[in-house]
């Protein structure tokens, strides 16, 4: 057996909390307010560590569905229709073994290329559609994110 | 290679990013140490108070962006007074000038409650960064008992603060906006005067620009909010002197009497359009939700805030304008959490990483916020 993660940060915790947080003079105001962050922000991490694989193969899919949903129905001049074949080759391209993070990364580059591209040259009637699907979709997705950081503490609408 | 030239904007805030260019490649900052900074007052004083001694140095809590310290000054006639020592780490979270903060300071003395400034060390020649030193003021950001927020967020004021505050709140940002100036001793700002769209073209610029330079990855909503936002520049009808952070979190209160007696962080304050800081004042991020309903900065429901504020300044606020500065205020508010916060926790160049990164997080309501904004058909 080896030692989990979760079982290594909750040490770390009880050791920043226990032993370095009560031994810090209490004219050590920075010291403090970063350590309790740190307990706290290790804290959430602990809460969100088993849930994490999960919730980045979700922001590829997300991704993914919003590349596919902005190339539908696209048209624009020659920077557009570029942007849109280069944004079709990265949907289309293996993921093999790359981390989802990056697979998400690349997807996030070509959408964002085409973007701009179509601030460019787009047809001004894609642009309008590229606009609302982008904004229909995002809406969710930083639902899921508000979500997945509530443990913050920032946010009292969610 | 060819570099890419600085946006249009305020000539001193186009120095300030030339000089940001220069210490991006510098290794990691460290947090000053207290005795460093003694050292470094007694060094300062000794030029600019000859006689005068240093003594009580204590760092302050709170805040994300500054090093501050706090000190007694005792005179050689044995006067003595408390001062705040506000230092520039190597990158904060928000770029801003020292020199500008102690002048617009200067200039709204006996306007609007605010710190007096004292001294400047505009080159950082002996703190080893720009520092400005000011008159040490009383009072908190937030009650006591409020529990730990970060940053002042969401701070709940709760009656009979609430009450006391919601007055003062609105008055100060009124003459603060009624003050005139062209009259104001303030060298280093100039006035976007060459086109009535100057005043958001230049304030659009500035974080267009940091984002530039900080986003670590494309945001697609963000990259669309950023075309929204150029292509929508509203004119400004009126010139005024803005604060750029003005809400609760950003005021220092008498706890018992409810009277506000500074506001703090004068950084981003610029000569621009009053919507902008009716935009900033109205995010949710500094306010409250109770049984559903919003309140701006724990003071006023939105609409209440926009009435009241009609009200005592006589101007007519145009929705249109509001609108724009509220679809600013999220996007900005991004480019700090999520842009320059990360950047500058990843090169390792402030004191407070660990509270950056934690920060950051906020970046998914500020998406949410776009989203929202951007999809209200009657402005866009």
Same mark, same amino acid.
């Given at each position: ?51 994490? *694989? ?37 949907? !289309?391209? *293996? ?16 959408? !964002? ?46 | ?19 940001? $260019?220069?210490?991006?490649? @510098? ?31 204590? %760092? ?62 505009? +080159?950082?020649?002996?703190?080893? +960064? ?31 603060? %609430? ?20 009259? $104001? ?5 100039? @006035? ?6 100057? @005043? ?46 003005? %809400? ?14 500074? =506001? ?18 109205? =995010? ?57 916060? =990360?950047?500058? $926790? ?20 500020? $998406? ?13």
């Amino acid at each position: 057996m080896n030692p989990s993660v979760d079982d290594r940060l909750a040490s770390i915790v009880r050791a920043l909390a226990d032993i370095v947080l009560t031994a810090l003079p209490d004219d050590a105001g920075l010291a403090k307010e970063q350590t309790q962050l740190a307990i706290g922000h290790l804290q959430i991490l602990r809460a969100q560590l088993d849930a994490a *694989p999960a919730f980045e193969a979700e922001e590829l899919s997300d991704a993914r569905a919003l590349g596919a949903a902005l190339l539908a129905d696209g048209r624009g001049g020659s920077g557009t229709v570029e942007a849109m074949s280069a944004l079709h080759a990265t949907l !289309d391209q *293996p993921v093999g073994a790359e981390h989802p993070r990056q697979s998400r990364l690349r997807i996030t580059k070509a959408i !964002d290329n085409l973007l701009r591209q179509m601030a460019i040259d787009g047809d001004q009637g894609y642009r309008a559609k590229a606009a609302d699907v982008l904004i229909r979709m995002q809406t969710e997705r930083s639902k899921k994110d508000r979500k997945w950081f509530s443990l913050m503490g920032f946010d009292s609408d969610i | 290679m060819t570099e890419t030239p600085i946006l249009d904007m305020e000539p001193a805030l186009q120095a300030l990013f030339k000089a940001r $260019a220069a210490r991006r490649a @510098a290794p990691p900052y460290s947090a000053r140490k207290t005795a460093e900074i003694v050292e470094a007052l007694k060094r300062f004083f000794s030029a600019a108070v000859p006689g005068a001694a240093p003594e009580k140095v204590m %760092r302050m809590g709170g805040g994300a962006s500054k090093e501050q310290f706090a000190f007694t000054l005792t005179e050689r006639d044995g006067k003595s007074g408390r001062f705040v020592l506000r230092m520039d780490p190597l990158e904060a979270i928000t770029e801003t000038d020292r020199n500008r903060e102690f002048q617009i300071l200067n200039a709204v003395q006996g306007i609007v409650p605010a710190p007096k400034p004292r001294w400047i060390d505009e +080159r950082g020649e002996i703190f080893g +960064r720009p520092a400005a030193i000011m008159e040490f003021v009383g009072g908190v950001t937030k009650p006591s008992g409020a529990g730990i927020k970060v940053s002042g967020l969401g701070t709940w004021l709760g009656e009979p603060l %609430r009450s006391k505050l919601r007055k003062p709140f609105l008055d100060n940002l009124v003459a603060l906006h009624a003050m005139d100036w062209r009259k $104001a001793p303030l060298p280093s700002f100039s @006035a976007p005067t060459a086109d009535p769209k100057q @005043a958001s073209r230049w304030g659009f610029n500035y974080w267009k620009q940091l984002w530039r330079e900080d986003a670590i990855e494309p945001v697609p909503i963000m990259t669309y909010a950023e075309q929204w936002l150029e292509e929508n520049l509203p004119d400004c009808e009126e010139l005024v002197l803005t604060h750029g952070d003005y %809400r609760t979190g950003n005021y220092l209160f008498d706890e018992k009497t409810g009277e506000i007696v500074a =506001m703090l962080d004068w950084e981003l304050a610029r000569i621009g359009d009053f919507h902008e800081d009716l935009g900033w004042v109205l =995010m949710q991020i500094f306010g409250t939700f109770e049984n559903g309903k919003f309140r701006a900065s724990d003071l006023y429901e939105r609409e209440e805030f926009i009435a009241a504020y009609e009200k005592a300044s006589g101007r007519t606020v145009n929705r249109k304008s509001l609108h724009y500065y509220d679809v600013m205020s999220s996007w900005k508010t991004y480019v700090i959490v999520v842009g320059t916060g =990360m950047s500058v $926790a990843r090169a390792q160049h402030n004191h407070q990483d660990v509270l950056l990164t934690f920060l950051a997080a906020t970046g998914a309501m500020f $998406a949410g916020d776009l989203c929202r904004l951007l999809s209200q058909r009657e402005f866009v």
